[in-house]
C-alpha cells in the first residue's frame, strides 16, 4: 500500500495530483468554500469512479500547513475502499444506516485491517452514535473530523448537513487508530454536570453551582479569561479510563458557557492542564513504532485549537518532521474531532497504514 499526497499553493488539482497513478482511495481538502465544488469536479474528472471523500478545510502534509490551497491524498497498492454519505445529519442520520451497513458487509470489513475515516458538517455525536452501532460489534476503527463552512464531498459531489464517510481496507497489512491528548488531569477531583442543554451545547451547573464559578474558582481566573482559558485547561468528560476533552467556546450569561461539543446532564468532567507536547508526541511515536516496524501511511485529524496552541508554543513545524518521520503523513485542521465513536476538541486522531 501507497500513502500519496499532494497540494497546491495555488488551489490547482491538477498540480495536486501530479505523479498520482491508480489510486485506488481519494481524499480531497480545500480551503475555499467558493472553489470547492469545482475542485471536487476536477477531481472526478481526472479519476472517474475512484471512491473519495473530502471536506473544506485547512490542511497539512509532509511538513508543511497550508491555509490556503488545496491537497489531495491517494492510495493504491492494496486498498479496497467504499465511500458514501449520510444526508440530514442536523436531524435524521439514521435514515441512512441500512446502506451503511450494507456498505460494511460489502467491504468485508475487520477489526485489524479497516478503518472508517469520516468527515462531518455537524451533529457529530448523533452520527457517531449511528455509525458506532454498526462498527461496534465488528470492532471496526474510525477517526475523522468536523468539516469547515459545513461542507462535504463524496465521490464527486458536494453536500451540505451530511457526514461523508469511507470504509478503507487495508489489504496489505493492518490499520489502528491512536488519539494524542496533551492535555492531563489537574488533580484527582471529579465533577458532574447537573444542567445543561446539549441542543446548544450549553453546561449551565456543575455540582449544582453556576458553571462559571466552578471553573473559575478551581483555576482561580476571572470569568473574563474563560474563553482563552481553555487552550490552556479544558474541560475533559471522563468515561472509564479514558478523557475526551471538551473546549469551552463562550460565556452565555447567568453563569453558564457553551462548548465545542455537547455535554449531557450527569456527565462526568475534569478540568486539564496542558501538559509537555513535546514529551507526549514522542510517546505517541513511539507507541506507533512499538505496534509497526513498516509503515506505508498516516492520516491524522488535529484540533484548530491544538494547531493554534502549537503556534503560540512554535512548535508546529517540528511537530509536521517528527510525524514525517513515521512516513508519509498528512492531515486536517478539523473543527473537531472522531476517535471510535468519540466527539473531542483539542485533540489529535489519526490512522495508521500498515
Known amino acids: ?9 495555488t488551489g490547482s488539482i491538477k498540480e495536486a495530483a501530479e505523479g498520482l497513478k491508480n489510486p485506488q482511495f481519494l481524499m ?5 468554500k467558493e472553489r470547492f465544488k469545482e475542485s471536487v469536479s476536477q477531481l472526478e474528472e481526472m479519476f472517474p469512479g475512484v471512491p473519495s471523500i ?3 478545510g485547512q490542511f497539512y ?18 486498498i479496497r475502499a467504499a465511500a458514501d454519505v449520510f444526508t440530514d445529519v442536523s436531524t435524521m442520520p439514521v435514515k441512512c444506516i441500512r446502506k451503511f451497513q450494507q456498505n460494511v458487509t460489502n467491504i468485508s470489513a475487520s477489526a485489524d485491517n479497516t478503518v472508517l475515516i469520516d468527515f462531518c458538517s455537524g451533529n457529530d455525536e448523533c452520527v457517531l452514535a449511528t455509525m458506532e452501532s454498526v462498527l461496534k460489534s465488528k470492532k ?23 457526514c461523508a464517510y469511507a470504509l478503507v481496507k487495508n489489504e496489505s497489512g493492518r490499520v489502528k487508530v491512536y488519539k494524542e ?3 492531563l488531569r489537574k488533580d484527582a477531583v471529579k465533577h458532574i454536570v447537573t444542567r445543561s442543554e446539549p441542543r446548544t451545547y450549553t453546561i449551565q451547573e456543575i455540582d449544582g453551582r453556576r458553571a462559571e464559578d466552578v471553573y473559575t474558582k478551581e483555576l482561580g481566573i476571572s470569568p473574563e479569561n474563560i474563553t482563552e482559558q481553555t487552550m490552556v485547561n479544558p474541560l475533559g468528560r471522563v468515561i472509564g479510563d479514558e478523557t475526551y476533552i471538551i473546549s469551552i467556546k463562550e460565556r452565555t450569561g447567568n453563569g453558564s458557557f ?26 505517541t511515536i513511539e507507541s506507533i513504532h512499538k505496534d509497526f516496524s ?3 501511511g498516516v492520516f491524522s485529524v488535529n484540533c484548530l485549537f491544538r494547531y493554534l496552541y502549537f503556534q503560540q508554543k512554535g512548535f508546529v513545524n517540528e511537530y509536521l518532521e517528527e510525524m514525517g518521520k513515521l512516513g508519509s503523513h498528512a492531515g486536517l485542521v478539523g473543527l473537531g474531532e472522531h476517535y471510535n465513536g468519540q466527539h473531542t476538541n483539542q485533540t489529535m486522531s489519526a490512522v495508521v497504514f500498515e
Not at 500500500?1 to 497546491?8: C, D, I, L
Not at 462548548?259 to 507526549?280: E, M, S, T
Request: charged share 20%; hydrophobic share 35%; proline share 1%.
Open 1 to 9: 500500500m501507497e500513502q500519496f499526497v499532494g497540494m497546491s499553493k
Open 28 to 32: 480531497l481538502f480545500d480551503s475555499s
Open 54 to 56: 473530502g471536506c473544506v
Open 61 to 78: 502534509g509532509k511538513t508543511q500547513v497550508l491555509e490556503n490551497g488545496v491537497m489531495v491524498v491517494g492510495f493504491s497498492g492494496g
Open 140 to 162: 471496526i476503527q474510525l477517526t475523522g473530523g468536523t468539516a469547515w463552512e459545513g461542507l462535504v464531498c463524496c465521490n464527486g459531489q458536494v453536500y451540505e448537513d451530511a
Open 181 to 183: 491528548n496533551i492535555y
Open 258 to 283: 457553551s462548548c465545542y461539543r455537547k455535554v449531557n446532564p450527569k456527565d462526568n468532567i475534569c478540568f486539564l492542564q496542558a501538559g509537555d507536547h513535546k514529551q507526549i508526541l514522542q510517546e
Open 294 to 296: 513498516k509503515i506505508s
